[in-house]
């Protein structure tokens, strides 16, 4: 079964600095990667898609990129503010369309 | 655009009682929707997934009898957690398929079994 790691539980990060977070996942490739923000106590938001022939994406100061041959995806908050704090998922769909697995969050914290 | 509801947004039942979760796509149809159950600090697992007009789909390890689901409309899917015991006690969430590769999720619903 597919299995997706994401880089740490938690990121403490001061504001203004990049964060970056990590999905790497195992077994087959997607067809596409999706992050999402999740706030406490809320179901999660959709971020940004990324394809599996896309290397980069951005979006205002969201940059995703994915690396197929690496299994790997990286998530990137430039600017960070504390408004960032939220828990962001990554999820692999298949080429089906309608499989979705979530990889287990990181937690990340802006400090003012 | 892409809103999606959930009711109740949190409830408490007792043990022996069952209770209806209901997800609505607000402003788009969808043939299919998703229902996920979320552990404090754990990721999002998938339970089953619910296509309009037929039978739900439901992923390995999660007794069908217990949570029930219907997809009456395409606006529309409903779960029953049956018989309800505390370690039924989550945060159940829904979403709903956009397109072919969009998923958008309604606010999760509370549930505590007491």
């Known amino acids: 079964s597919q299995k997706i790691e994401q880089n740490s539980e938690a990121l403490n990060i001061q504001e203004g600095k990049t964060a970056t977070l990590t999905c790497n996942y195992t077994?087959?490739?997607?067809?596409?990667l999706q992050w999402y923000r999740q706030d406490p106590g809320r179901g999660p938001v959709f971020l940004l898609l990324?394809?599996?022939?896309?290397k980069e994406k951005r979006k205002e100061r969201l940059k995703v990129t994915f690396d197929t041959t690496l299994k790997q995806s990286l998530f990137h908050i430039t600017a960070s503010q504390p408004a960032d704090s939220a828990t962001y998922l990554c999820?692999?769909?298949?080429?089906?369309?309608?499989?979705?697995?979530f990889g287990t969050g990181t937690s990340l914290t802006v400090i003012p | 655009g892409a809103v999606v509801s959930q009711h109740p947004s949190w409830v408490i039942c007792k043990s022996g009682t069952s209770v209806k979760i209901e997800c609505r796509s607000l402003?788009?149809?969808?043939?299919?929707m998703f229902w996920y159950r979320q552990f404090p600090k754990q990721s999002l697992m998938l339970m089953a997934t619910?296509?309009?007009?037929?039978?739900?789909?439901?992923e390995q390890g999660v007794e069908k009898d217990k949570f029930l689901i219907n997809h009456a409309s395409l606006t529309l899917s409903t779960l029953t957690v049956t018989s309800a015991h505390p370690e039924d006690s989550s945060f159940y969430i829904c979403?709903?398929?956009?397109?072919?590769?969009?998923?958008?999720f309604g606010p999760g619903t509370r549930l505590t079994v007491t």
């Open positions: 402003d788009f149809q969808a043939t299919t």
């Open positions: 990324i394809r599996e022939n896309e």
């Open positions: 979403s709903a398929q956009y397109g072919f590769y969009e998923q958008y």
């Open positions: 999820a692999l769909v298949r080429n089906t369309g309608n499989q979705f697995y």
């Open positions: 077994n087959y490739s997607p067809a596409y």
């Open positions: 619910s296509n309009e007009g037929s039978k739900a789909t439901y």
